[in-house]
């Protein structure tokens, strides 16, 4: 899906969020659960308005760094509204992590290849019953000074090795909760998107506005 480039004066700043993300299909799983809630409102990615700067995710929780970008978003358009979100996978067995350093927790951001293998090793000794994992996600949309925020979180075990060609990031090893036997890289987007700590953490905003 590729993103077009909308000019920001044309936007009206009343009546537009700014999504800090380059993913069309995330505007797209966003704009499904708030768009019902604030009626009359455009969602736009910062993809389609401008080549920015990834902003400096140094927050100590998830919250944190998804407060970053969206006031990020806010700052480099100038439009007062912006949504974001901050999501990763927090193992029991390994005290939270990777948690919020999940997309760069074997050191390259992005390497879902490394991460996959590094969380296969710390978890090679450890016995099925004591597996268990969640996907987190904490969404927030700020509104001028206005903060406001959604968590949510999808329960699930550790896979052994990783199944599936669909999604990415650690969907592969992760065998949710409400799929048994299927990891999340086994299920259609459509799938997916029903059960997502993402969707969950949506779903707890909406309910808010």
């Known amino acids: 899906m590729t993103l077009a480039r909308i000019e920001i ?3 009206d700043p009343a009546a537009t969020v700014v999504v800090a993300t380059g993913n ?5 799983e966003i704009e499904t659960i708030l768009a019902p809630v604030m009626p009359g ?3 736009v990615a910062l993809g389609e308005l401008g080549d920015f700067p990834d902003p400096v995710e140094d927050g100590e929780t ?3 760094n998804a407060l970053i970008k969206a006031r990020a978003a806010q700052a480099e358009t100038g439009l007062p509204m912006a949504v974001a979100d901050d999501s990763g996978l927090c193992v029991d067995a390994l005290d939270g992590a990777p948690g919020i350093f999940s997309a760069r927790w074997a050191g390259e951001h992005g390497n879902d290849a490394a991460n996959n293998e590094k969380l296969m090793e710390q978890m090679a000794a450890v016995p099925d019953e ?3 994992a969640r996907f987190h996600s904490s969404v ?3 509104r001028g000074e206005e903060v406001l925020r959604g968590d949510g979180d999808c329960e699930g075990t550790v896979g052994r090795e990783p199944r599936g060609n669909h999604g990415f990031g650690y969907d592969p090893l992760f065998l949710p909760e409400e799929t048994p ?3 999340m890289a086994e299920l259609t987007l459509d799938e997916k998107n029903l059960i997502s700590h993402r969707f969950h953490a949506l779903e707890d905003l909406a309910s808010k506005l």
């Not at 069309?24 to 797209?28: D, F, I, M, S």
Request: charged fraction near 25%; aromatic fraction near 14%.
């Open 62 to 64: 998830f919250f944190d």
């Open 9 to 11: 004066g044309e936007l």
């Open 181 to 183: 036997g299927k990891t």
């Open 41 to 43: 409102v455009r969602f």
């Open 140 to 142: 927030v949309l700020v």
């Open 130 to 132: 004591a597996r268990t």
């Open 24 to 28: 069309a299909h995330k505007v797209v």
